[in-house]
């Protein structure tokens, strides 16, 4: 390339677009966004029509900008972290990437505060909370990162261990961290993206006193434990979930010589889905059926989950249908219908919708544990414009759950269930009879039962 | 009591996987005549009626008539670690109530397997009368499944006493079979009226890749709308007969 070429080049990049202040026409957001360049950093995807929106003509259909709900929260930890180390609480809360797996990024995850701020890491709680809420508790949390090989993490036990103690922590643990360089300051400008806090490397750790978790403690101490039996005798002991996956994703559980770090986002799924398994082995299948059709209900921040429980023996189906407009359907005029389901006999598979199948299959087993019974369950979810952006599946287990907890609605014949289902659905009952495998079966298989 | 030897270990080994296709835990009747089985699926959609005469096996000793609950996919791990031309040899140790058997090869081994409490309830079978009935070779019946398996997750069965079709039709794509009297796969073919019925893939595809480890020749009975009887021919004094509710979709 010719010298005067590549000058004129490097000038056109270097123009720069002053565009969140001047050309936002709403006040309000305009004052807002206005942050001092040194300390945010706002870049959008090329293309995205966030760029054309910024924040101001709610392009994407959503009644919220998500990107901004998300970028003053971000601002609001960034002002409070904005140096090279830190302190704060850890609710306990630890993340492990999974990019560049078996050579991933892991560490502890820190609160620019003190205090209990448990409930940044517990899903469990955060039911019924607003969305600038939820986003917060992300958001707020500052992440340290070191390099790892998953199946060695003892090669970098300097930090390894650190983050060991805080994963294994019953309470809030004090944590204080030195980064190589201040917490990123670059955020992303987009809805579809999980609300995630800064993050940077760490040079230094420290960890203050903490208690652990007896139950998990032990696990932990018991080389000679499968992982698989950690995790159901935890869960039997009555530890929750996410404090199950958070020391599972450190490697806390299994064979002494096995033990390794697995990938938040992986071994939420692993948890949710050895457990809820067990239960069905073990506690669902062979149990007498309930006697009647069963609608289950929660509505939750643009979310419609109905859950029909048949007169059954075990089988299982999941199925979401996102509204025009919402994350994963930003486009298209149409709604998107996904799904997969089991039968009896559980599958050998990965179910190809995600996580999610296997969260609400865990909150579906966990019920019918309960009352000692097995049912055919078909879980359904209707996500509307207003669910702004993604949260994580906990939602899903979690709404679910609560959904179980309130009475449900009985009736005695499946056409009577199936008009209930639909006068609460916006999308029309034949949509969902034709992306259901199960609703299909119920309504047009004959049982032999018939003929004897 | 009751003990029993037979020569052909992979006799009985499929005969029990074919049974397994359908149940985990299967309660077998053993009398002196014979044994034989008859059980549902979870979901109540297939039946499975099977039957071994006491003439099947090498030696078979039975002087009472008792029920053995077994979890078959136990059974069919031990059952696999009989070689070809080993003896299995199987008796219920009413001690214990464990289930024993003996395999005779180079060495003699012995696994005991615990046996589970027995269902009570007699399952009948279902009371249908079939207008149509088809006889194929298993093999080209599981070959048209598998055709038409490619489309869709159930297969329409059709026929006139002159021919036989099976349709399916997905979302997007479409198969039809025709096997005419005379062809290859089609050893007979009569009606007494025209019938046509429709069934899940799910459970016919696995019933015949299951059974036909058994038997090369299947005779399949249906009405419209109506189950179908689908009698596997064994090459022993025994029966392998699977019932299938249809789907009935309304338009």
């Not at chain 1, 039996?229 to 010589?257: C, E, H, M, T």
Request: aromatic residues 10%.
């Amino acid at each position: 390339m010719k010298a005067s070429l590549r000058k004129r080049f490097v000038k056109k990049v270097k123009r720069r677009v002053p565009w969140v202040g001047h050309i936002v026409n709403d006040e309000k957001i305009a004052g807002d966004l206005n942050v001092p360049s040194h300390n945010v950093r706002i870049q959008a995807w090329e293309g995205s029509i966030c760029l054309t929106c910024r924040g101001s003509r709610m392009l994407c259909g959503k009644p919220v900008c998500p990107a901004i709900v998300k970028l003053y929260s971000f601002i609001k930890t960034k002002k409070a972290a904005d140096s090279n180390q830190m302190y704060g609480s850890s609710p306990p809360g630890i993340f492990v990437g999974r990019i560049g797996y078996p050579y991933v990024y892991a560490g502890p995850l820190v609160p620019p505060v003190l205090g209990d701020t448990s409930i940044l890491d517990a899903p469990e709680q955060w039911l019924g909370k607003t969305f600038d809420e939820i986003i917060r508790f992300r958001t707020s949390l500052v992440r340290g990162k070191f390099r790892v090989n998953v199946k060695k993490p003892f090669q970098n036990r300097r930090f390894q261990e650190k983050t060991l103690e805080v994963a294994l922590s019953k309470a809030p643990v004090y944590t204080e961290v030195a980064f190589k360089k201040k917490p990123s300051d670059k955020f992303f400008f987009d809805g579809t993206v999980q609300p995630m806090g800064p993050s940077a490397m760490l040079r230094k750790m420290n960890v203050g006193n903490f208690k652990t978790d007896s139950r998990i403690e032990k696990a932990y101490a018991d080389g000679d434990l499968k992982a698989e039996s950690a995790v159901l005798d935890l869960y039997l002991n009555g530890v929750p979930v996410s404090g199950i996956q958070r020391a599972f994703s450190v490697g806390a559980f299994g064979l002494k010589n096995e033990r390794r770090m697995v990938p938040t986002r992986w071994s939420i799924t692993a948890v949710d889905s050895t457990i809820s398994r067990s239960l069905i082995e073990n506690e669902v299948k062979g149990k007498p059926t309930i006697n009647e059709y069963r609608v289950y209900e929660y509505s939750y921040l643009g979310n419609r989950f109905m859950v029909l429980l048949t007169p059954s023996s075990w089988k299982y189906e999941w199925i979401e249908a996102w509204y025009p407009g919402t994350v994963w359907n930003p486009a298209a005029r149409d709604i998107a219908m996904g799904g997969d389901w089991e039968g009896y006999r559980g599958r050998t598979t990965y179910a190809s919708i995600g996580g999610c199948y296997y969260a609400v299959r865990l909150a579906a087993a966990e019920f019918l544990a309960k009352e000692r019974r097995q049912a055919g369950v078909i879980a359904m979810r209707e996500i509307h414009p207003s669910f702004i952006t993604p949260l994580g599946v906990w939602i899903n287990r979690e709404c679910v759950r609560e959904a179980f907890r309130k009475d449900g609605e009985r009736f005695d014949n499946l056409t009577d269930a199936m008009t209930h289902i639909g006068s609460r659905f916006a999308l029309g009952l034949k949509h969902w009879v034709a992306s259901s495998v199960l609703l299909k079966d119920a309504l047009y298989q004959e049982r032999l039962t018939k003929y004897l | 009591m009751f003990r029993v030897k037979i020569s052909n270990a992979k006799l009985l080994r499929d005969a029990i996987t074919a049974i397994s296709t359908l149940i985990d835990e299967g309660t077998f009747t053993v009398s002196p005549e014979g044994i034989k089985l008859r059980a549902m699926d979870p979901s109540r959609v297939a039946m499975v009626d099977f039957t071994m005469q006491k003439t099947a096996f090498d030696e078979y000793v039975a002087d009472e008539e008792t029920k053995i609950c077994l979890n078959l996919s136990e059974l069919l791990k031990l059952l696999k670690r009989a070689g070809r031309d080993e003896a299995v040899e199987i008796q219920l140790d009413e001690n214990t109530g464990q289930f024993v058997i003996t395999m005779r090869g180079k060495y003699v081994r012995t696994f005991r397997m615990p046996t589970l409490e027995a269902s009570e309830d007699e399952v009948p079978t279902p009371k249908i009368t079939f207008n149509a009935k088809v006889t194929l070779t298993t093999d080209g019946f599981r070959q048209s499944l598998e055709d038409v398996a490619l489309v869709s997750d159930h297969v329409r069965m059709e026929t006139d006493g002159e021919k036989m079709t099976m349709t399916a039709r997905g979302d997007i794509m479409g198969a039809n079979i025709e096997l005419l009297k005379g062809s290859d796969a089609l050893l007979s073919v009569e009606a007494k009226e025209p019938s046509k019925s429709t069934f899940p893939l799910s459970y016919l595809s696995e019933i015949v890749k299951a059974a036909s480890a058994t038997s090369d020749i299947v005779t399949l009975e249906f009405s419209t709308d109506m189950p179908i009887r689908l009698d596997f021919k064994q090459t022993y004094d025994g029966t392998l007969v699977y019932y299938l509710a249809p789907r009935i979709e309304v338009e």
